[in-house]
């Protein structure tokens, strides 16, 4: 299976971008699916992830302008960020976690988002 992501570029503060990450399949036994980030220097932290069962966590300091949607007829995972700010500036990567007894991980090859004026 591979993740492709897109929808990176370059915004101004304040701005919108809308990342997509399409599966090349159906990816079955789905445990949880979300969006990591990694800024230049830093960790990759945990953006934003959504579970089987459709709940929802975000990171605080994304919390209330970023969106984790899915559309599973397309194998598809969207991440909607508004009022994006210079520090969220970072590659972003998409990531499903699957299986139960044999857990596969699964990830995007990342693409560059980078907020300033």
């Known amino acids: 299976v591979q993740l492709q992501a897109s929808g990176g570029g370059l915004v101004q503060p304040g701005g919108s971008l809308r990342l997509s990450c399409a599966a090349s399949r159906t990816i079955f036994n789905i445990n949880h699916m979300g969006w990591y980030r990694q800024a230049l220097g830093k960790q990759r932290e945990l953006v934003a992830v959504?579970?089987?069962?459709?709940?929802?966590n975000y990171a605080d300091s994304v919390k209330g302008r970023f969106t984790i949607s899915r559309d599973n007829a397309e194998n598809t995972m969207y991440l909607q960020m508004n009022s994006l700010k210079p520090e969220d500036t970072a590659v972003y990567y998409c990531?499903?976690?699957?299986?139960?007894?044999?857990?596969?991980?699964?990830w995007g090859q990342g693409t560059q988002v980078t907020v300033s004026s």
């Open positions: 959504i579970s089987s069962g459709g709940s929802i």
């Open positions: 990531n499903v976690n699957s299986g139960s007894r044999y857990v596969m991980n699964y």
